[in-house]
Nanobody, 124 residues
Framework: QVQLVESGGGLVQAGDSLRLSCAAS????????MGWFRQAPGKEREFVGA????????WYADSVKGRFIISRDPAKALVYLQMNSLKPEDTAVYYC?????????????????WGQGTQVTVSS
């Protein structure tokens, strides 16, 4: 069983930065990768980025590439999402997830464990 807990969301202005954290239980270390997704009201959950616990694997959605940075601290079982130059369209609930199935990194169906989500609101 894997437990994930996100934190760090909040209300910021356009252009500001915010860092989200995801605290993972030990079971997450056997996952293929740790991903960040987001879901805005009335929209489907979409891939933001992902990283592996070991090695240099990191992936980003085109919409956040160059603005968001994913990192991890295996010793603390933490995964981070540093969000810079935030835009109103980044407003969403952000979720951390553990990828437990082989396949496309962006595919939400490959992730079996999810956190409760944290709200990020960017005002214009």
């Amino acid at each position: 069983q894997v437990q994930l807990v996100e934190s760090g969301g909040g209300l910021v202005q356009a252009g500001d930065s915010l860092r989200l954290s995801c605290a993972a239980s030990a079971g997450a270390f056997s996952s293929y990768a740790m991903g960040w997704f987001r879901q805005a009201p009335g929209k489907e959950r979409e891939f933001v980025g992902a990283t592996t616990w070991r090695g240099a694997g990191v992936w980003y959605a085109d919409s956040v590439k160059g603005r968001f940075i994913i990192s991890r601290d295996p010793a603390k079982a933490l995964v981070y999402l540093q969000m810079n130059s935030l835009k109103p369209e980044d407003t969403a609930v952000y979720y951390c997830a553990a990828k437990t199935k082989a396949g496309t990194i962006e595919d939400v169906r490959k992730y079996d464990y999810w956190g409760q989500g944290t709200q990020v609101t960017v005002s214009s």
